[in-house]
């Protein structure tokens, strides 16, 4: 019976890897190279070039999507040359762009970049369900496959879910039972094969082909069904009423909108188009004139309400400026005006355009040369230019001191308003894009409270030192490795009645302890010559050297908050 079994399963798992291999050569040889590559990670511990490593891994995790999507598109291309093309073309360009990111500085700000990247893996992600039902009729074929994937998605992650929890279990009862000692490594390598492996391969093997993936009858689910019905179109139903009446009311009051109107306007469209795609298989299989009606003329309704997003998001760009996230938001906006006006004329006949339309709005607005990213930066740099030639200043970069004095000029709000504008500069796209006015020694946090408006700030209490650019910091015995930490960080009210300050190190995934009494003692040194001071690390294999802090503790309407800039070096065994 038991040897039946395993015959049965073996012959089930060799028939499913030949399908997979058959059918997708490419993504399968990704999968199991980056099994591998996180075994060895593992095994490896603390690799020395780490750069190398995460470049690899996005590598083979891009790969893999990349190489799943082609696969399905080139099913439904005849010629063996084009195919090899496609193919070709396209993981030459991931190589490439590879090679990229490994050339590219740390030192370097990532936020183009890595907007760039995440609107180009949306776009493979979302190619995977739409790129092979191009020349269909309908979106009924694309939709089938869809929920099909993501249904076989989930299954797969459950079923290596449930292997992993049951062989890890397995494992610790050899220790329990017969006290024979496992390394915390293995079960690592029995979560990388049963929940990254296993559920890869199994959701290759799930996925609908040949005319399973082109089947055209509609696949009618009553729970999806009833969920849209009487749970989303209440809860849609729930914001246009709320929306309607605060409109209402900003109209009576001649008001304009505040800004978080805009979020619950996308919160309700997100509903819009979730009940568009819920309801599309029941309107195609029995077209019921209640579906047809809600699916036509619901973006009729909401269609108004954009004018609330519009005019919150124009008042922001007037108050504060631009940024990268209102740029971003702005266009959303226009892309819902041309959503709901599309699916109106068109009686909501197709909606696979509607992903497809933000992926490639998404993309044209990131990847190319001049993006969002770029157009917020030159726009704030262009707005400080103006503001330093109307001074009529010619000394550059500016110190601390002489940045100060220069803040001086203007009126509190102003001042303030230019400070945050170099600081948004500074934690976007790094200090690269401020070096031409300010100099490296100057603290921009510690002066934001310094231009408020009298009465808005009840108490402010700083600390502030740096170390001279040549003071020499001896190598710890037994440390090994070194890294550059440039940490800013803002403490809860809790943690400001505490007498140590413990700020979290990001990059490192560990924390730095300072205690107030070290503070107040670099404090009084003068700024420049503090010399570097020795902290504490939640990891006893760590010590951080502090070179450069602000420090400040400030009250405002009975609420403390302390904010926290940190620089220095963090020595790892």
């Given at each position: 019976?038991?040897?039946?079994?395993?015959?049965?399963?073996?012959?089930?798992?060799?028939?499913?890897?030949?399908?997979?291999?058959?059918?997708?050569?490419?993504?399968?040889?990704?999968?199991?190279?980056?099994?591998?590559?996180?075994?060895?990670?593992?095994?490896?511990?603390?690799?020395?070039?780490?750069?190398?490593?995460?470049?690899?891994?996005?590598?083979?995790?891009?790969?893999?999507?990349?190489?799943?999507?082609?696969?399905?598109?080139?099913?439904?291309?005849?010629s063996l040359i084009k195919k090899s093309i496609i193919q070709?073309?396209?993981?030459?360009?991931?190589?490439?762009?590879?090679?990229?990111?490994?050339?590219?500085?740390?030192?370097k700000s990532f936020t183009e970049i890595g907007i760039a990247h995440g609107a180009g893996l949306l776009a493979i992600g979302l190619s995977i369900f739409f790129l092979s039902f191009l020349k269909e009729k309908n979106d009924i074929p694309s939709w089938n496959f869809a929920v099909s994937s993501i249904?076989?998605?989930?299954?797969?992650?459950?079923?290596?879910?449930?292997?992993?929890?049951?062989?890890?279990?397995?494992?610790?009862?050899?220790?329990?039972?017969?006290?024979?000692?496992i390394d915390t490594r293995y079960y690592l390598y029995i979560v990388i094969i049963c929940n990254v492996c296993l559920p890869l391969l199994l959701f290759l093997g799930l996925l609908p082909s040949r005319q399973?993936?082109?089947?055209?009858?509609?696949?009618?689910?009553?729970?999806?069904n009833n969920v849209i019905h009487y749970l989303f179109l209440p809860l849609t139903g729930g914001y246009l009423i709320v929306l309607y009446i605060y409109a209402l009311r900003i109209l009576a009051s001649w008001e304009l909108p505040i800004g978080w109107v805009s979020w619950l306007v996308i919160a309700l469209m997100t509903g819009c188009i979730a009940i568009e795609f819920g309801l599309y298989?029941?309107?195609?299989?029995?077209?019921?004139?209640?579906?047809?009606?809600?699916?036509?003329?619901?973006?009729?309704?909401?269609l108004p309400l954009l004018c609330l997003m519009t005019i919150g998001i124009i008042r922001r760009f007037n108050d504060y400026g631009v940024t990268i996230n209102r740029l971003y938001l702005i266009t959303l906006n226009v892309w819902c005006y041309f959503v709901c006006i599309t699916l109106i004329l068109?009686?909501?006949?197709?909606?696979?355009?509607?992903?497809?339309?933000?992926?490639?709005?998404?993309?044209?607005?990131?990847?190319?040369?001049?993006?969002?990213?770029?157009?917020?930066?030159?726009?704030?740099?262009?707005?400080?230019?103006?503001?330093?030639?109307?001074?009529?200043q010619k000394k550059l970069p500016f110190s601390h001191e002489e940045y100060t004095q220069w803040l001086k000029n203007f009126s509190s709000a102003k001042a303030q308003s230019i400070n945050e504008k170099i600081i948004y500069l500074y934690e976007w796209f790094g200090k690269e894009s401020i070096a031409q006015w300010i100099d490296e020694n100057v603290s921009l946090y510690m002066?934001?409270?310094?231009?408020?408006?009298?009465?808005?700030?009840?108490?402010?209490?700083?600390?502030?030192?740096?170390?001279?650019?040549?003071?020499?910091?001896?190598?710890?015995?037994?440390?090994?490795?070194?890294?550059?930490?440039?940490?800013?960080?803002?403490?809860?009210?809790?943690?400001?009645?505490?007498?140590?300050?413990?700020?979290?190190?990001?990059?490192?995934?560990?924390?730095?302890?300072?205690?107030?009494?070290?503070?107040?003692?670099?404090?009084?040194?003068?700024?420049?010559?503090?010399?570097?001071a020795e902290l504490k690390c939640n990891s006893n294999r760590k010590i951080f050297y502090l070179t450069e802090f602000s420090v400040e503790n400030t009250t405002e309407n009975n609420k403390k908050h302390t904010q926290v800039s940190i620089n220095g070096y963090l020595f790892s065994k």
């Open positions: 019976m038991l040897r039946h079994w395993l015959q049965k399963t073996i012959q089930t798992f060799n028939g499913a890897l030949q399908i997979n291999l058959k059918r997708f050569p490419i993504t399968l040889f990704f999968i199991l190279s980056l099994t591998c590559y996180l075994c060895y990670l593992v095994a490896a511990d603390q690799p020395e070039n780490k750069k190398l490593y995460w470049i690899l891994g996005y590598y083979l995790s891009v790969g893999t999507l990349l190489s799943l999507s082609l696969h399905l598109w080139c099913e439904e291309i005849k070709t073309g396209a993981h030459a360009l991931l190589i490439a762009d590879a090679f990229y990111l490994y050339s590219y500085s740390y030192e249904t076989s998605c989930i299954t797969a992650n459950l079923i290596g879910c449930v292997m992993s929890c049951g062989i890890s279990l397995l494992v610790l009862s050899l220790h329990k039972l017969f006290n024979i000692d399973e993936k082109h089947n055209t009858f509609p696949l009618l689910h009553s729970f999806l298989p029941t309107r195609m299989a029995h077209g019921k004139r209640m579906d047809e009606l809600i699916a036509r003329w619901l973006p009729a309704f909401v068109i009686k909501a006949k197709r909606i696979n355009w509607i992903p497809v339309s933000f992926s490639i709005i998404f993309l044209l607005t990131s990847i190319l040369p001049v993006n969002y990213s770029s157009i917020t930066q030159k726009t704030i740099q262009n707005e400080i230019n103006k503001e330093i030639q109307n001074t009529q002066l934001r409270t310094e231009f408020k408006n009298e009465g808005e700030t009840q108490g402010t209490t700083s600390y502030s030192g740096k170390s001279a650019s040549e003071a020499f910091i001896n190598i710890p015995d037994g440390y090994d490795k070194l890294q550059y930490v440039n940490q800013y960080y803002v403490s809860t009210n809790d943690e400001c009645e505490k007498q140590i300050l413990a700020i979290p190190l990001q990059q490192e995934n560990d924390t730095v302890y300072i205690s107030y009494q070290t503070l107040e003692k670099l404090n009084q040194y003068k700024y420049g010559e503090m010399p570097p």
